[in-house]
């Protein structure tokens, strides 16, 4: 599984939200970094569709093989450790769980807004969560397969794991 598969079955999920949620995402991604991101009415519109989001993505990957939600997963547990930094929570503030699903955030609102705070930590979310993107394909996994899928990565997608992203 590579990076540009998970993102395609990303925005697959977003795609049926419609032209508002896709226009909400474009700005979040490309707004001015200083903007409070809570007085703009994307974040309202964004924040409403996430659980939609998360239906469509069940939908897409419920009948996927068991190899292919383990590549997924393996995908996903890579965004987030990637981007499990301190310049990244310091602009997302949130405890050890709640900087995990601040990244959950992150990486469920696709590849430009991934990229832009990959970019600039400034453009992450104070407070913007999303819990289930987190371990969404290892549980889709378990579900299917009554087992947690093994990445066989050696890392975590937990806070504070990536050693490289907490130098001082």
């Not at 703009?40 to 419920?62: C, H, Q, T, W, Y």
Request: hydrophobic share 45%; aromatic share 10%; glycine share 8%.
């Amino acid at each position: 599984m590579d990076r540009e598969r998970f993102w395609d079955v990303i925005e697959a999920a977003w795609a049926p939200l419609g032209a508002e949620a896709g226009a909400a995402r474009r700005a979040l991604a490309t707004r001015d970094p200083d903007t409070d991101v809570w007085a703009m009415p994307e974040i309202s519109v964004v924040s409403k569709a996430l659980d939609a989001f998360l239906g469509n993505l069940r939908a897409a990957a419920r009948d996927l093989p068991a190899d292919e939600l383990t590549g997924l997963d393996q995908v996903c547990e890579r965004l987030l450790y990637d981007i499990d930094r301190a310049d990244v929570q310091a602009v997302t503030d949130g405890s050890d769980d709640g900087f995990l699903y601040a990244r959950g955030f992150i990486v469920a609102m696709g590849r430009d807004f991934y990229t832009a705070v990959t970019a600039d930590p400034r453009m992450a979310v104070l407070d913007g969560d999303c819990e289930a993107m987190c371990y969404f394909f290892a549980h889709l996994h378990n579900e299917r397969f009554g087992t947690f899928p093994d990445t066989g990565s050696g890392i975590s997608r937990e806070s504070c794991s990536n050693p490289a992203g907490w130098q001082a």
